[in-house]
């Protein structure tokens, strides 16, 4: 599908990185404009400390459509409100309890998504529905400028077509979707490269519906042991809990460890998870082998996940070799990834 933009640009900002391509430089003058954009009802993609978001007036339901239009995404999955300030809560929800401000108070600005009752004037088509809302404040200066320019909460979800990998760089927005959106900001490489923790707070509880950027762990020293429910795929509460999800177009299998290949086939890549050289590699074009951390640093592997999954998928393969990492820190995010990532071939798809 093409899409085509309803909000026509009379006057491009004279800084685009390169001409035949929709990206900007993150100068005021670009924000300012973008901010224009989201005002005027349309959706451009901006960068968060997670990955590129597409973006548009969450009061806005015509500018919300375009958001799910541009990505081909099912309208049954719930988009994230992004705020520039924790006073932002007040626009979205009335539901404040002690533990949310405890939350903020320490994770804020950062990559968590807290899910909580939303107000009415939080359109339907944001929320798919849901009674809820989820809501996150971005760690990113880019971000939050655009948000506070733009004078409203941003619907964000990330910038690509539904199902396939999170865009870590403006240049991957652009492989994507570089015909859909007048206007990608550029404001580097994403620093954590994993979409955020998301929770539902309740009353008494708190619930995990995904892990991301902010180890469990973590966020357990505010909230206690979190509780783990089964999600409903059919009826998603957050995004990114349907059975496959951040796939490359190649088909990629998850392997416990590398050393544990017996044979592999010669249009193979492989993504590691630390340093080594297995016999079974030696045979391996260099290009073809992508190193998620060095020194198995599980922040610098997060980081890193989709970048590299992004480069070996351009690669002439097949198939992705993934080595799985420990689940626990940001493992989880990581594996929970490369998990949704897999099953898209084991259903068919």
């Known amino acids: 599908m093409v899409y085509i933009f309803s909000?026509?640009?009379?006057?491009?900002?004279?800084?685009?990185?390169?001409?035949n391509m929709n990206i900007y430089k993150a100068t005021r003058a670009n924000?300012?404009?973008?901010?224009?954009i989201i005002r005027e009802g349309g959706i451009v993609s901006?960068?968060?400390?997670t990955v590129y978001g597409l973006g548009a007036d969450i009061f806005n339901p015509e500018a919300v459509v375009k958001i799910f239009a541009a990505k081909e995404r099912p309208f049954f999955d719930p988009l994230i409100a992004h705020i520039a300030e924790p006073e932002g809560l007040h626009d979205l929800t009335e539901l404040h309890p002690a533990m949310v401000s405890r939350l903020a108070?320490?994770?804020w600005p950062g990559p968590l998504t807290m899910v909580l009752p939303k107000k009415?004037?939080?359109?339907?088509?944001?929320?798919?529905?849901?009674?809820?809302?989820?809501?996150?404040?971005?760690?990113?200066p880019v971000a939050r400028e655009l948000i506070r320019v733009s004078g409203t909460a941003i619907a964000a979800p990330s910038a690509n077509p539904f199902g396939y990998l999170s865009p870590t760089s403006a240049e991957h927005v652009e492989r994507y979707l570089g015909d859909r959106i007048p206007m990608i900001?550029?404001?580097g490489t994403c620093t954590v490269g994993v979409e955020s923790t998301i929770i539902k707070v309740e009353e008494g509880r708190t619930i995990l519906l995904r892990p991301g950027g902010i180890a469990?762990?973590?966020?357990?020293t505010v909230t206690g042991p979190l509780v783990h429910e089964t999600n409903d795929t059919n009826n998603p509460e957050a995004p990114g809990q349907l059975p496959w999800h951040y796939s490359p177009e190649k088909r990629l299998q998850i392997v416990p460890d590398i050393n544990d290949l017996t044979t592999i086939e010669n249009d193979a890549a492989f993504l590691l998870y630390k340093k080594k050289s297995p016999a079974i590699l030696r045979n391996v074009p260099e290009a073809h082998?992508?190193?998620?951390?060095?020194?198995?640093d599980l922040a610098e592997a997060a980081a890193n996940i989709f970048a590299k999954l992004h480069y070996l998928d351009r690669l002439p393969v097949k198939t992705i070799y993934a080595e799985a990492v420990p689940e626990e820190g940001l493992g989880r995010a990581i594996m929970d990834r490369l998990l949704k990532a897999s099953k898209k071939y084991q259903s068919g798809e």
């Open 120 to 140: 009415s004037s939080v359109p339907d088509i944001a929320t798919s529905g849901l009674p809820t809302v989820a809501v996150r404040m971005p760690d990113h």
């Open 46 to 49: 901006f960068p968060t400390e």
């Open 216 to 220: 469990i762990e973590d966020i357990e």
């Open 7 to 19: 909000v026509l640009l009379s006057q491009r900002p004279p800084d685009r990185i390169h001409r």
């Open 105 to 107: 108070e320490k994770f």
């Open 185 to 187: 900001i550029d404001g």
């Open 289 to 296: 082998i992508a190193l998620l951390s060095e020194s198995g």
């Open 31 to 36: 924000i300012g404009f973008a901010a224009d």
